[in-house]
């Protein structure tokens, strides 16, 4: 089964605010490591609006006051909302951005894993009980394979992520750390490791 690993929302800004002594972000880089080493496509996935927010809605809880909040910092072309330069995107890598908490709502990342040919989806990034949860929980919801890479996660509250990591995730995705996922990963044109 074709696989691909998003990263998701880690972004300059988020991992400044969420992650400040790097963990999640070194474990994400493990990660994208691994799955370039074993030709499993990486797919980055931001946050970002155009700019004034015309998406953000202003009704909406989460995003409605963004523009007031913060300014155009989370506009496409800001500088918190560039993929962190420690995960070192490429060329080729696959960026989608996204409008809302999940990755698929105001994306094209159904789009794109269908055309990778994709049914297994592996998922890191920040935070726990925003990004991953909301995708974790779309994505069962469309037939996907999933895992939560549980150390390449992170959350504002440990205790929610750990209630997310061990009892909510595991119901509907495998739950891994990043060595273990890596370790079962096929060379690319070689044996498995």
Not at 63 to 73: C, I, K, N, Q
Not at 107 to 133: E, Q
Request: neutral net charge; contains cysteine; glycine residues 8%.
């Amino acid at each position: 089964m074709s696989s691909a690993l998003l990263v998701m929302d880690m972004q300059q800004g988020i991992v400044a605010r969420l992650d400040p002594d790097g963990t999640v972000l070194a474990r994400c880089t493990a990660a994208v490591d691994a799955a370039r080493r074993a030709g499993v496509p990486v797919v980055f996935v931001r946050i970002a609006f155009r700019p004034g927010y015309p998406e953000a809605h202003p009704d909406n809880a989460a995003f409605g006051t963004l523009r007031d909040r913060v300014g155009e910092a989370m506009t496409v072309h800001g500088p918190q909302t560039q993929i962190h330069a420690a995960l070192a995107a490429r060329p080729d890598d696959l960026v989608v951005v996204k409008k809302r908490v999940s990755a698929f709502a105001g994306s094209d990342l159904s789009l794109l894993i269908g055309a990778l040919g994709a049914r297994h989806l592996v998922l890191c990034g920040l935070a726990t009980a925003g990004v991953v949860l909301s995708t974790v929980r779309e994505a069962a919801d469309r037939d996907y394979v999933l895992t939560v890479l549980a150390d390449a996660c992170g959350d504002a509250d440990p205790e929610v992520h750990r209630v997310l990591i061990n009892k909510v995730f595991p119901r509907q995705a495998t739950v891994v750390t990043v060595a273990d996922w890596a370790a079962g990963l096929p060379v690319a044109n070689g044996p498995a490791v």
